[in-house]
């Protein structure tokens, strides 16, 4: 059993074993071991060089991570929280997803940027956002969401595969989980069916996954077989997947602990309404983050968060 | 500016079509006058106005299958002057939606299911996969509501329609209503005997038929037992003032319909027999009209000749009453003391146990018997 | 108005020196027909001339390699055609034609050469300095001998990026020569207004990042002064940075009233303008200046040529290239 920090840790010791233009830079990455302890000991395989401390200066460290894509390298860039992400969003938005279009398709931009996001762990309204609609929003870039131990590895690999900036966003929650590594490659951009059901589709992915599943299992013992499906790439959609199983379950419902508006949630609900409104025989449901700064006391937090209970509640009332 | 809608021609119907208009804007019109063809599921049906004035504006084009109580005309009562053109459709296209979700759309699209026909189980009677595939089982949806054909449907379209719409007013009688039924045998010797004797003197086509006879009995025992004449509406029971009495028509085609002989217990024999014979051959060629088939306040049900000795009939919704007399036959018949040969009928009464007892709807049958004894006074 | 260092005497030949003056009238000329053809309507969008800072482009060129990056600002007509990016594919560009240096997608604003190591027009300001830290980090780690320079404004100096991407060069050492075009307005706001401290070399110092401040209107002090910053950085130590004190004589942009500023203030600046001081000093006389209008003429004419001929992208591309299509490069 492998823990989904391993993984990462894992799938960054693959690449950068496997290919000398890869790199990691980030704030805290080397001697400290990463924020999460996700490099903890890559500072000693593979020297300073290539695992590089930064300082706390987010847009210019992701700007050199464009910078050194650009000039043929492969970096992996690691911002601590999706919350300070927010300091390089001019590099990320302006720079990164912009460079190859606005210069009539001259550059490519193979970064990889990796950042912990969401909530649960009574960060309070600085540390535990979930964000990552920001991204999926922005054409010129990719973002993922590994929610398994097997895909943490997979990601990072498939994300350096990629000739265009990846965002690799791992739930903070997630880190501890344990489960099995896989072999063999990725493709970027497929979701992934995590329970087979017939009477609900329930979409998420990252942190969210777990509580779905528990959602599942909960739902199952009212006769309700619900199928998870697991987005795994927030940008771009496997909404083929989404709709095959739309069209055998009629029902949606997408848990995405981003805030409702404006959400991913709100995204995918909009393309099945788009593409299958002919498969629904329900309104597309959502179960997301309640609209608040995320508070710091537990039992307010847990109420902001999506929860299995309220996946099974929106459920029955569906079912009803 | 009173608005014509689509009348509820039976308690059953939810949606209509419009096949003619019989009256043109401008065009006056008094109260009880045709104003068009509506096609339901049972019939087409002539409907009448319940205002008098000028055809102000007609909204539905002959076609068009809209809701019950979707407006169809607009009439300017006397003295009033012409209504201002309705700024937007918006809100009478809503009124027109079926509210069903997509998939089940395309799912009754696929299995040929009419929505109309079906009441949905979600929010707000949406109607949803489970309800239209229930449909398609040909097990009864939870439907108040039976279904007209489209607008253009071929005829073996029409009866299988109406076959749905039957199924689902029975299933829907049978879940809601709880029957109970009182039978009784009532000897028709006298009824009989004065019936031929009458019948010396009429012409073949003004004959009275027995069935006349029980069915005035009926209405006149219906003032005595007036709970039974009366509706199940919203869970409480309304009674009516007058007696119109559903009459159990069976279509040569198939299927049945119930239209009313207005103020049965008011009418003569002889004009209860004209109107009878008139309803019956206008609910064959589809020709009733809107109030016949929603004024019902009780139904009486009868096979005829060729039917069985008995008829335990379901009642039509929302009535909470309906009599069955099966065929007169003769049997031995003990009347003081003395083993007769007697023509006798039995009578069903299947009444609602919601609005009634078994103690007091006897009154019912007892009152048709004592009626039926003395036919003169009928 | 003051100049700090007044150009040090140096010999250059006639040849070179008709050169740089080619090089400095092409961007006037250019830019001149710019506004014209702006004012015409075929060209939309922003268009920021660099007249009157051609020396700085021009000079600090002459002292980068073909291996060397550039990255420059939205005011980057100036830099393109210093470094060599043809006339007529910057008009098409600007025109919008597919034939432009970008394909039509950047405009006036960015012009990318990557086969030139042209790395693009940024017209956040700030925005383009991390990129050319991570230009050079990518150098330094692959030990390639090469510089990036990187221009930028005195808008940018009050950007966050510029003082992260200042600390994170010099703190990694990297290759990077920091090239500070210093025209004294950040669009309307003059830096007395927008900087708590003007002196470049002192905020430099506080980098640990070696500064020199230079004349911007003396192409040959440019020049030179690129040439020691080029020379240090690449011998590996680490970024440099170089001030041009350098005006703008046109507004900032065509939609710009030029409010800000008095009339008296550009004229005094005019008398400096780069093209007359050189054409001055170094004594070219009227029939060789004539003959070098009338070459820079014909380029230009060709240029507008080139963009007028051009074709449109069709936009059934529009979506092309958001992503690579093929394996990563």
């Not at chain 2, 749905?164 to 109970?180: D, G």
């Amino acid at each position: 059993m492998t823990t989904y920090r391993e993984a990462v840790r894992q799938g960054m010791r693959e690449a950068l074993e496997g290919d000398p233009r890869v790199f990691l830079m980030g704030e805290d990455v080397g001697r400290y071991g990463g924020a999460f302890a996700v490099s903890m000991g890559l500072l000693d395989e593979f020297g300073p060089e290539r695992i590089r401390d930064t300082p706390l200066s987010e847009s210019a460290f992701v700007g050199a991570g464009i910078g050194a894509a650009i000039a043929g390298l492969r970096p992996i860039v690691e911002v601590m929280t999706i919350n300070f992400s927010m300091l390089a969003l001019d590099q990320v938005v302006n720079n990164a997803a912009a460079l190859r279009y606005m210069s009539g398709g001259q550059l490519s931009v193979p970064l990889v940027v990796r950042m912990a996001t969401g909530g649960g762990r009574q960060l309070a309204a600085q540390h535990a956002h979930s964000l990552e609609v920001w991204y999926a929003h922005v054409p010129g870039i990719k973002a993922v969401a590994p929610a398994t131990v097997a895909d943490a590895r997979s990601m990072v690999l498939a994300a350096l595969a990629e000739p265009d900036p990846v965002f690799v966003f791992e739930h903070a929650t997630l880190y501890p989980i344990e489960g099995e590594l896989e072999d063999g490659d990725l493709p970027l951009g497929r979701a992934a069916v995590r329970r087979a059901g017939t009477a609900v589709t329930l979409v998420t992915y990252g942190g969210s996954l777990w509580k779905t599943l528990a959602a599942a299992e909960e739902l199952a013992g009212d006769g309700v077989d619900a199928e998870v499906v697991d987005l795994r790439s927030l940008r771009p959609l496997d909404m083929e997947t989404v709709l095959e199983s739309v069209a055998k379950t009629h029902r949606v419902v997408i848990v995405d602990e981003g805030w409702c508006t404006g959400s991913l949630a709100a995204e995918i609900g909009m393309q099945v309404s788009e593409e299958g409104f002919d498969l629904l025989d329900w309104p597309p449901q959502r179960v997301c983050s309640v609209e608040v700064p995320m508070p710091y006391a537990k039992h307010l937090e847990d109420a902001a968060l999506p929860s299995a209970e309220r996946i099974v509640a929106t459920v029955r009332e569906m079912a009803a | 500016m009173a608005e014509f809608v689509m009348p509820a021609l039976g308690a059953d119907m939810s949606a209509g079509t419009l096949v003619e208009w019989r009256k043109r804007p401008g065009d006056p019109i008094a109260r009880g006058e045709i104003i068009a063809d509506v096609h339901t599921d049972k019939a087409d049906i002539e409907v009448e106005v319940f205002t008098s004035g000028i055809v102000d504006r007609l909204l539905v084009e002959p076609g068009q299958k809209v809701p019950v109580g979707t407006p169809l005309a607009i009439i300017r009562e006397d003295g009033g002057a012409p209504a201002p053109a309705p700024e937007k459709r918006g809100p009478r296209e809503e009124a027109a939606r079926i509210l069903a979700s997509p998939s089940a759309k395309s799912l009754a699209d696929e299995l040929g299911v009419d929505l109309a026909a079906i009441h949905g189980s979600g929010p707000k009677g949406r109607i949803q996969r489970r309800d239209v595939e229930a449909a398609a089982r040909g097990a009864a949806p939870p439907a108040p509501s039976p279904a007209p054909p489209p607008a253009a449907a071929e005829p073996g379209d029409a009866q299988a329609a109406m076959r749905q719409a039957i199924a689902a007013a029975m299933a829907r009688s049978k879940r809601e209503i709880p029957h109970f039924y009182l039978s009784e045998s009532i000897d028709l010797s006298a009824a009989m005997a004065w019936l031929g004797h009458e019948n010396l003197t009429r012409s073949v086509q003004d004959r009275l038929l027995p069935g006349v006879l029980m069915l005035k009995a009926v209405a006149l025992a219906l003032r005595e037992v007036p709970e039974l004449n009366a509706t199940w509406q919203g869970g409480s029971l309304v009674r009516s003032d007058s007696i119109h009495v559903g009459v159990a028509t069976f279509l040569r085609g198939g299927g049945l319909v119930a239209p009313a002989l207005h103020d049965a217990d008011r009418q003569s024999l002889d004009e209860l027999m004209g109107a009878f014979r008139d309803l019956v051959s206008r609910a064959r060629a589809g020709r009733l009209r809107s109030s016949e088939m929603s004024d019902p306040t009780s139904t009486v049900t009868s096979l005829g000749e060729r039917g069985s000795e008995s008829v335990l009939p379901i009642i039509f919704p929302p009535q909470v009453a309906i009599v069955g007399f099966g065929r007169v036959v003769e049997r031995p018949w003990v009347s003081d003391g003395q083993v007769l040969v007697c023509p006798v009928v039995t009578a069903t009464l299947a009444a609602d146990h919601r609005v009634t007892d078994g103690h007091r709807a006897a009154a019912l049958l007892t009152a048709v018997n004592r009626l039926l004894q003395e036919p003169e006074g009928l | 108005m003051t100049v700090p260092h007044a150009a040090a005497a140096q010999g250059v030949t006639r040849e070179r020196a008709l050169g740089l003056l080619r090089e400095m009238l092409r961007i006037r000329r250019f830019e001149e027909k710019a506004a014209e053809l702006y004012s015409l309507g075929h060209i939309r969008g922003f268009l920021h001339l660099y007249i009157g800072e051609e020396a700085v482009a021009v000079g600090a060129m002459q002292a980068l390699g073909e291996q060397d990056r550039i990255v420059a600002t939205y005011r980057d007509h100036g830099h393109a055609l210093a470094r060599g990016l043809p006339p007529g594919e910057l008009m098409a560009e600007m025109f919008g034609k597919a034939t432009g240096c970008s394909r039509g997608r950047g405009g006036s604003m960015h012009f990318f050469d990557v086969s030139r190591r042209f790395y693009g027009g940024y017209a956040i300001v700030g925005g383009g300095l991390p990129i050319a830290v991570g230009l050079a980090l990518a150098d330094a780690l692959e030990k390639r001998p090469v510089v990036t320079a990187c221009f930028f404004g005195d808008g940018a100096v009050v950007e966050g990026e510029f003082h992260e991407s200042m600390n994170l060069a010099a703190l990694w050492r990297l290759p990077v020569l920091f090239l500070y075009e210093n025209n004294l307005y950040a669009m309307g706001t003059a830096i007395e207004r927008s900087q708590a401290q003007l002196d470049m070399e002192l905020r430099a110092r506080g980098y640990g990042v070696p500064a020199e401040v230079v004349d911007g209107m003396d192409v040959l002090a440019v020049a030179a002064a690129t040439r020691r910053g080029v020379d240090a950085v690449r011998q590996g130590g680490g970024p440099h940075l170089i001030e041009f004190k350098t005006y703008r004589f046109r507004a900032h942009s065509m939609a710009d009233p030029d409010l800000y500023r008095t009339k008296d203030e550009v004229e005094q600046w005019r008398e400096r303008d780069p093209i007359d001081l050189f054409v001055r000093a170094q004594g070219i006389d009227e029939a060789s200046l004539a003959a070098v209008e009338e070459a820079v003429a014909d380029e230009l004419e060709q240029a507008v040529a080139f963009a007028e001929a051009g074709d449109w992208e069709p936009v059934g591309d529009l979506e092309q290239d958001v992503y690579t299509t093929g394996p990563a490069p």
